[in-house]
């Protein structure tokens, strides 16, 4: 008779919670991604609009032209920190997301090793039933023969 696991619906669910993890964290980790370039590429604007001031400021601006552009600069920080914060907030989601899935693939691996003695201790089984076998039938002969 071949061998019959009983660990395989087992085994199939630690697999499926393995692959969500894996999923949410590639998700979350490209949530992060996308964030982390918005916020660089928003840095680097910042960094444009204040060298642009600065230059701007040497040849004398209005005040109305100033006003503009200090309210562009608080603007673009208000929403940096936003940025930033949503940064902080993916970046503990990830870790906590990482901490699963490191936990789905240790679930995973211990019932892996338990099949996997479980059969071993079956064909070990099988292994000792059939010399058992081999030996009575190999016993009957010698009898038999005078």
């Not at 393995?18 to 590429?41: I, M, R, S």
């Amino acid at each position: 008779m071949p061998y019959q696991s009983k660990l395989d619906a087992v085994l199939r669910l630690r697999d499926f919670n393995e692959e969500v993890a894996h999923q949410n964290f590639t998700k979350l980790k490209g949530l992060l991604a996308e964030q982390e370039d918005a916020y660089d590429l928003l840095k680097g604007r910042l960094e444009v609009a204040a060298e642009s001031l600065k230059t701007r400021q040497c040849n004398g601006l209005d005040v109305a032209a100033l006003e503009t552009h200090y309210s562009y600069f608080r603007k673009a920080c208000t929403e940096a920190r936003e940025r930033q914060h949503a940064i902080r907030v993916l970046s503990r989601c990830c870790e906590a997301q990482q901490a699963v899935l490191v936990e789905a693939v240790k679930e995973r691996q211990v019932v892996e090793a338990i099949e996997t003695r479980r059969k071993s201790e079956y064909l070990r089984e099988v292994r000792k039933k059939e010399q058992q076998v081999l030996d009575e039938v190999g016993g009957r002969q010698k009898r038999m023969t005078p």
